[in-house]
């Protein structure tokens, strides 16, 4: 059973490096909207710098136990991409907050993580150390996983998932899975504990991800009017083959245009005709019909 085991830890250890690789990945298109925008915008670096520092007591933790090599080769590559993307951060981001970074690298990774190993070397041997670490490592675990609450804070407050990006709230919960049956079948509480607070957060932010992508989306659409076109004529010069769009006409100028071509049409159907018998009276009474008819305005051609 105990063969079975390990077998099991081992694949489920190859899959959490798998799987983290990618998380450590993850952050790659938002630092590309970074570089695009040339600032770091509302990203914040609190997330990069608390892994940084969390990879880097896993590779201390990994040192003091056993059958911990794969936590020694996901945490090595954690320490290389987290300082490529605090070191990204610091070059594009403003004054202030690059002075913010700047305090928490020393308060984390330079003063904390030193004065960590100086104590457990000087106070604790043995196994003891490695309790010791592990239970710095669990604690500090589950600050990587409550850093993207300050995230979540602010997707609840703007109503906007724009700095949080999915991608990395579903690989962190995949992630938290595999490394919590790890640690489980190593019956190491210190690796599996942490891991059942980055499923919970994880699927926080998926579910808020979702609520708030939706609701953004319907407030653009009852944004966006639908346009109006409006009507226009074209008139097309047979001589220039130019198409001319002439001014809108209004309602008023329309019903005169209207009226205008009934009368038009009336006058063509006048006749005159010959007057039977000889009657002299005829020409007279034609006349007389065609000058009581309504005499139309001349316009002209501008």
């Not at 099991?8 to 250890?13: R, S, Y």
């Not at 002075?99 to 330079?110: C, F």
Request: hydrophobic fraction near 50%; proline fraction near 4%; glycine fraction near 6%.
């Amino acid at each position: 059973m105990a063969g079975i085991s390990g077998h099991w830890a081992f694949a489920f250890g190859v899959l959490g490096n798998i799987i983290s690789f990618i998380v450590f990945l993850s952050p790659i298109p938002t630092f590309y909207k970074i570089y695009k925008k040339k600032s770091t915008e509302g990203y914040q670096s609190i997330p990069y710098v608390v892994a940084l520092f969390s990879s880097m007591l896993w590779i201390y933790y990994a040192f003091l136990k056993t059958n911990t090599t794969l936590l020694i080769t996901i945490n090595s590559f954690g320490v290389f991409i987290e300082i490529i993307y605090v070191g990204f951060y610091l070059f594009y981001a403003p004054k202030k907050s690059r002075v913010q970074t700047v305090k928490m690298l020393m308060l984390s990774v330079v003063g904390g993580f030193g004065a960590i190993i100086l104590v457990t070397e000087f106070l604790f041997k043995g196994a003891v150390r490695g309790q010791v670490v592990g239970w710095i490592c669990l604690i500090f675990s589950l600050c990587v996983f409550v850093a993207p609450l300050g995230i979540v804070r602010q997707v609840i407050k703007t109503k906007s998932v724009e700095y949080m990006p999915l991608l990395l709230s579903v690989f962190l919960t995949l992630s938290a899975v595999m490394w919590f049956f790890y640690g489980l079948l190593l019956k190491d509480i210190n690796i599996a504990a942490p891991n059942v607070l980055g499923f919970i957060f994880g699927i926080l932010q998926i579910v808020l991800y979702v609520i708030y992508s939706k609701k953004e989306k319907a407030i653009l659409k009852e944004q966006k009017l639908p346009e109006i076109q409006k009507p226009a004529v074209i008139v097309s010069d047979d001589n220039t083959n130019v198409n001319k769009k002439l001014p809108e006409l209004t309602q008023e100028q329309i019903i005169d245009i209207v009226r205008l071509a009934g009368l038009l049409a009336n006058t063509d159907k006048v006749q005159v005709a010959t007057c039977p018998h000889g009657h002299a009276n005829c020409g007279v009474n034609a006349t007389a019909n065609v000058e009581n008819m309504p005499k139309l305005q001349t316009v002209e051609a501008s």
